[in-house]
């Protein structure tokens, strides 16, 4: 099983400023990566796929990076609704598709 | 727009079998696969399985093969998640989702509730 690991577990940055948040695969899973958004009491969104690509209706300050086993979801400009949990999902090894911990982005 | 529509929360006694259902609607077709997530009680989000309802081609994470039955009938469009004796651990949130190459389209999850 690939494992995803996320880091920092919880990132605490103010409005308007940029936020990084990094995932690491313990073996390759190429560009086969996505990230989601979970608001409290909702189900997840699909932000990015393919490790770059941005999800429809997605706003261009989420963007993602990385190949291989080192990935980044970086948020410029940070909104009040960005403040939630964030996940990576590996898609490479069919079909074992395995998430991320999670990270908590909270407000400063 | 696409949507799928999950069946409501359920509250069963350990022991006792429950199915779950994931509906389809809008223009989402059978030519997906459908995926079933688990989120326990504050916990982040767990794999479960994928189908494929055209042709029911059906794969399970290791964690959970055995565990749950996933199933589907195209005729509805409508993906199944199912268990045969309930635990108190699976007590959680689960969620089903169109798969392309990320999970694009989620339902609002089923809660299942398994106490005594």
């Known amino acids: 099983e690939i494992v995803m690991t996320q880091s920092p577990v919880t990132l605490s940055v103010s409005p308007g400023e940029r936020a990084t948040l990094s995932c690491r695969a313990s073996?390759?899973?190429?560009?086969?990566l996505a990230w989601y958004q979970q608001q409290p009491g909702q189900a997840p969104r699909l932000l990015i796929y393919?490790?770059?690509t941005r999800a429809t209706g997605v706003p261009a300050r989420f963007s993602g990076s990385g190949s291989g086993t080192e990935f980044t979801l970086t948020i410029s400009s940070l909104q009040s609704e960005d403040f939630a949990v964030y996940y990576c999902q590996q898609y490479n090894n069919w079909p074992q598709y395995t998430f991320g911990q999670g990270a908590k982005l909270e407000i400063k | 727009e696409v949507h799928l529509v999950q069946s409501g929360a359920e509250v069963k006694k350990p022991g006792e079998s429950l199915k779950i259902s994931c509906k389809g609607s809008g223009n989402i077709s059978t030519s997906y696969w459908i995926g079933w997530v688990r989120q326990m009680p504050g916990k982040g989000l767990e794999w479960m399985g994928i189908?494929?309802?055209?042709?029911?081609?059906?794969r399970y994470s290791p964690s959970f093969q055995g565990q749950v039955t996933i199933s589907a009938d195209k005729s509805i469009n409508t993906a199944y998640l199912q268990w045969s004796s309930l635990k108190a651990s699976d007590t959680a949130i689960y969620y089903c989702?169109?798969?392309?190459?990320?999970?694009?389209?989620w339902g609002k999850g089923t809660t299942v509730t398994v106490s005594s």
């Open positions: 989702a169109r798969w392309t190459g990320g999970m694009d389209v």
């Open positions: 393919g490790a770059s």
């Open positions: 073996q390759s899973v190429s560009s086969n």
């Open positions: 189908i494929y309802p055209a042709d029911s081609d059906t």
